[in-house]
């Protein structure tokens, strides 16, 4: 296993720092790979089970379960409905981090109400039998700084729950499957 870890991709646009916010969130554990937490993630309808914070996902044009690039879907969170659409997928493989990103958007072009995400993840096995879950999100538009000026910080501890949500299916997953 390689000790430099990987990073996410950013689109034109939605670089962090040149947002109005900007959320990071990692958490390495030992125990569980990438190909136990990939499928929680890659599946929407599973959110909800593990992040509270997430309702009433449904795929666009017959798509789903599993997402795919190019698929638009929605959710709620934060008490957003967010349009969104896969902008990369790459699941995990030997040596290769899996990769999930979406544009998400809520609504309507030219308004202050306006708010434009680009949520992106990154699952990496690293030596030890440890996995490591990195999700990064940046936001346009005036909501997004209302988030960056609140504090608690409302997206850096959801995005938190998020993950210990995720680790604590992937867990129980396993548990269940020995």
């Known amino acids: 296993m390689s000790m430099t870890m990987n990073a996410i991709i950013w689109p034109e646009g939605y670089v962090p720092g040149f947002t109005e916010n900007f959320a990071s969130n990692e958490i390495i554990v030992a125990g569980l790979s990438a190909a136990d937490v990939w499928p929680l993630l890659a599946q929407p ?4 089970t593990y992040y509270a914070n997430s309702a009433n996902v449904r795929f666009h044009d017959g798509k789903g379960p599993q997402l795919a690039d190019g698929d638009r879907f929605y959710f709620e969170t934060f008490g957003f409905p967010v349009e969104a659409l896969c902008n990369e997928y790459v699941a995990p493989a030997a040596g290769q981090p ?14 202050a109400e306006r708010l434009d995400v680009h949520h992106a993840w990154l699952v990496e096995d690293l030596d030890g039998g440890r996995v490591r879950v990195l999700t990064q999100e940046t936001q346009k538009g005036e909501p997004a700084a209302a988030l960056h000026a609140a504090k608690p910080n409302p997206m850096i501890n959801g995005h938190q729950d998020w ?16």
């Open 45 to 48: 309808a599973h959110w909800p």
């Open 98 to 111: 899996g990769r999930l990103a979406w544009h998400g958007w809520a609504g309507e072009v030219g308004t």
């Open 163 to 178: 993950l210990d949500g995720l680790v604590a299916a992937a867990r129980a997953a396993k548990k269940g499957a020995q």
